[in-house]
Structure formats: C-alpha cells, structure tokens
C-alpha cells in the first residue's frame, strides 16, 4: 500500500532578539569570586590612589618639617664656640653654624688677640654712605643671599655660614707731586662699606661665580685681630665710640699694636630676629706684633 506524500516537518523558526536582548528562559551567567574577596569599583580604585598620595604628601611634610626644625635648632641654640668673660658675654648666643676658624693668643679685659686662618668670603659694596642703615644693609644682605642659595653660574644651594661681615674700605685720594704743596685730590665716592659671607670651607677656591657682577668672590689671608664683642642693634655711632675705645686699649698692650693701613671690620653674628641682649657682634682691627713691626 503506497503511503501518501507528506510535506517536510520543519521547526519554528527562531524569534529574532533585539541587539543587546537577553536571551529568554535563560540565566545570565554566574561569575565565581573566592571566598574573602571582592570586586573593587572604579571609584575604590580613584579613592585608594588619592589615599596613597595623601599619605606620599604627608610623609613628604614630615621630612621637610624635620629639616626645618633642625635648621631652626642651628639657629635657636648656643654653639657655645665662645668662651664668655662677663655675664653679657654669657647672655650672647651663636648659631651653630660653620664659622672662620681662629685660635686665641691672648685675653685682656676689653679684648682679645685672635690668629685667624684664611678664608674665602662672597662680597658687595654697600649703597649709601654709611655702614648700618636699615635700607643698604637690607639691599646687600639679600644680594649676597641670593648669591649663596643658587644664583651662580652653578646654580648651586650652599650651607649658611657666620659671621656676616661689614667693613669700611677707605677709598685713598690720588696725590700727584707738585712743587709745592703737595696736593691730595679726595675720591669722589669717599668711604665706602663693604659687606661679606663667609663661604663654606668644604669648597676651597673652587666656588661658583655669582650672576651678579656686584658680588665678588675673594680670599682673605691669614691676620692676626684683636676683637670686642658686644650685644645689641649695631649702629654707625655705637660703632664709632667702639673702635675709638679698642684703639685706646691697644695703646697699652705691649704685645701688640694696630696696623697703621687698619680699618674696622664688624661681625654680626645672629639672624634679625634674635633678641638684642642676645646678639653677639664683634668690632675688630687688624693687629701686629711689636716686635715684627719695629
């Protein structure tokens, strides 16, 4: 018996799903994590990246708030390089910073007699006629400063020192020889003040050169000075009435006399905001032995 023909049996045709549909009757599949641990969103992992700057920031703080507080410590506290002879000596306090290297030879009450080493100083001319008005001495501070923490042709930091130096140089006239009299002609810039920091020795003559051509960089020789300390706010008078007082008192010292080329150097110590009874300066000429002199 012959079996009619029947049409081919074809499935259903599948639903078509939008892009992006989730397919129907089906679970989404799970993703396994292990026990005790977590995803991390994107705003954990921004928020554990600021958290490690902040404490990167901190610890950076930190560092430089210790170095500040040591520096600080060099100024805040006595070197106790000096040995006091009264009690406003005693009251005079140093930084403890590096300083011109020197020996004593001699102590008398109003002075001492001191066998300096040689040393290397930055130095500028002073505006003005005088040596310790607030305005020259401001100017050529900062000039020096500037100097020291980089503005040389190295760019190079180096360590604060002291004293800070000023002296008067004392511009000669030019004398020409006449029949007679012998006329001196005056400078037309009189005396002028000279200001200097004291260079590290670790650097030797090996200094950078200052981009400032008013800054410049010399050595001072081996001398022997004879120096006065004294506390407070040094002024032009005060320094006047203390160079007069140690000449007076060299005049009496057997040992030694003031060089006749001699002019005043004074040495200041401390940072503008130490007290004045605890400011130590020191006016000071250069001396020479009576015997190498005659």
Known sequence: MAFPCLPAVRPPPRAVRARGERPRGRRPAL??????????????ARGSLVLALVSQALAASQRRAVDLVTEAAKYALPSGRFEPRTLEEALMSVPDLETVPFRILKREDEYEIR?????????????????????????????????LFGKNTRSEQMEMTTPVFTRKEEVRG???????????????????????????????????????????????????VAVAAFPGLVTDD??????????????KDTQYRVKEDSVVEIAQYNPPFTLPFARRNEVALEVEGVDSAS
């Open 174 to 224: 030019e004398t020409m020889d006449m029949t007679t009299p012998v006329i001196t002609k005056k400078a037309s810039d009189g005396n002028k003040w000279k200001m200097s920091f004291v260079m590290p020795s670790k650097y030797g003559p090996d200094l950078p050169q200052a981009k400032d051509p008013s800054v410049t960089i010399k050595e001072v020789p081996s001398k022997i």
């Open 115 to 147: 066998q300096v080493e040689s040393y290397y100083v930055a130095e500028t001319t002073m505006p003005g006629r005088t040596g310790f008005d607030f305005s020259g001495s401001s100017q050529s501070f900062n000039v020096l400063a500037s100097y």
């Open 238 to 251: 005060d320094i006047s009435q203390r160079e007069s007082r140690l000449r007076k008192a060299l005049q």
């Open 31 to 44: 993703t396994v994590v292990a026990a005790g641990t977590r995803t991390s969103s994107g705003a954990e």
